[in-house]
């Protein structure tokens, strides 16, 4: 009894595609165990096939001359199939940990794009208020000297004003790449 205890949660565990099939490896343990063709080797069976067994864990049952043997080799499979299912469980959270990662650069990402388009609002709304000034100056020039120093002014915001563009269109860049990497469509 104890014995077939152990099949139930070896066969629990799996079988797998391949020659022998799972329906003759079984029926083959269970004669050998001297339990015939039961209902838990039909259960079993198709806990094996839907499991996996490897052909060779399989054969080991088929091939089982005694209840030792058979016990052994189930054994062997539960083993196997639990190192398996314990590297599956390792790969998945690997898998998972790198998504994490990748979501969280993709955040910060995100957020320094957001940083800088804030920044430039902010610097736009700087020189806007120096444009203002600077007009300012312009009207209210008595002489050819001021008239100069406002025009030379102008000139310097012009320059700015080329360099914020560039700033702008690449933050606005990096912003749709961030939120493209966040699954976002801005």
Known sequence: MRLLGLILVVVLVGCGNGAPSCK???DKAARTLGDGASPI?????????RSGWTAEQRSCVTNAQD??????CLASAVISTATKARNESRAVGKA????????KQAQEALDRAQDQLDQL?????DFD????????????????????AAR???EALNRE??????????????????????GVQP
């Open 24 to 26: 003759d490896a079984l």
């Open 67 to 72: 209840k030792a043997a058979v016990a052994t």
């Open 129 to 148: 208020g120096r444009l203002r000034a600077a007009d300012t100056e312009l009207m209210h020039a008595r002489n050819d000297a001021e008239r100069a």
């Open 152 to 154: 030379a002014g102008f």
């Open 121 to 125: 609002a902010k610097d736009l709304a």
């Open 96 to 103: 998972v940990q790198a998504e994490q990662e990748a979501r």
């Open 41 to 49: 080797t039909r259960e079993m069976t198709a806990v094996c096939e």
């Open 161 to 182: 004003k080329i360099e914020l563009d560039a700033r702008l269109a690449a933050a606005k860049a990096a912003a749709k790449a961030a939120h493209r990497a966040n």
